[in-house]
T-cell receptor, first 113, second 115 residues
Framework: GESVGLHLPTLSVQEGDNSIINCAYS??????FIWYKQESGKGPQFIID?????DKRQGQRVTVLLNKTVKHLSLQIAATQPGDSAVYFC????????????FGKGTRLSVIA | NAGVTQTPKFRVLKTGQSMTLLCAQD?????MYWYRQDPGMGLRLIHY???????AKGEVPDGYNVSRLKKQNFLLGLESAAPSQTSVYFC??????????????FGNGTRLTVT
């Protein structure tokens, strides 16, 4: 719900512009990364994922970039729409292991119409 | 396909009361998870299960117990609720990591308030 968004970094973007949400991950052994979108009052929804053998992956209006050298992940949203307003989480994990994903604290995206 | 269903959606407890949160998934997923979400803290893993009859501790397991008696259900129990357990609880499920390229599927959460 709304209380989830308190104290989160916030990115405000004009409708139609491109959005870039950044995430720094901590575990050098992580080789699997996922972006989730969470709308108010709902559970997180899968957006896109990427494995460490790639540095870029594209979906519908979204692109994930991975920079393993500096342990950085970004989510780019093209032509941002009001429906994109939500909290975005990155998650990291080890693809071949049994250890669960670790989630970042999230970034709130606010689209200005 | 309902996906991941959590019940109840809302609950208010008094300190010391007990309750069980139910999670059900119809995707035949092996793995199931319970997370809590607090303002500014992101999602923190409480317990998880890699298969029927197995459970494991996550990052913040204290004060909670879980059971996975059936593959499709994962129960989260609070034996003696405390105000610090006021949170939004999310259940998730997935195929085993490493066998299938399958991210977590989440339910819509249970908002718990402990007074």
């Amino acid at each position: 719900g709304e209380s989830v968004g308190l104290h989160l970094p916030t990115l405000s973007v004009q409708e139609g512009d491109n959005s870039i949400i950044n995430c720094a991950y901590s575990n050098s052994a992580s080789d699997y990364f996922i972006w989730y979108k969470q709308e108010s009052g709902k559970g997180p929804q899968f957006i896109i994922d990427i494995r460490s053998n790639m540095d870029k992956r594209q979906g519908q209006r979204v692109t994930v970039l991975l920079n393993k050298t500096v342990k950085h992940l970004s989510l780019q949203i093209a032509a941002t729409q009001p429906g994109d307003s939500a909290v975005y989480f990155c998650a990291e994990g080890v693809y071949s292991g049994n250890t669960p994903l670790v989630f970042g604290k999230g970034t709130r995206l606010s689209v200005i119409a | 396909n309902a996906g991941v269903t959590q019940t109840p959606k809302f609950r208010v407890l008094k300190t010391g009361q007990s309750m069980t949160l139910l999670c059900a998934q119809d995707m035949n997923h092996e793995y199931m998870y319970w997370y809590r979400q607090d303002p500014g803290m992101g999602l923190r893993l409480i317990h998880y299960s890699v298969g029927e009859g197995t459970t494991a501790k996550g990052e913040v397991p204290d004060g909670y117990n879980v059971s996975r008696l059936k593959k499709q259900n994962f129960l989260l129990g609070l034996e003696s609720a405390a105000p610090s357990q006021t949170s939004v609880y999310f259940c998730a499920s997935s195929h085993p990591q490493g066998l299938t390229y399958s991210p977590l599927h989440f339910g819509n959460g249970t908002r718990l308030t402990v007074t």
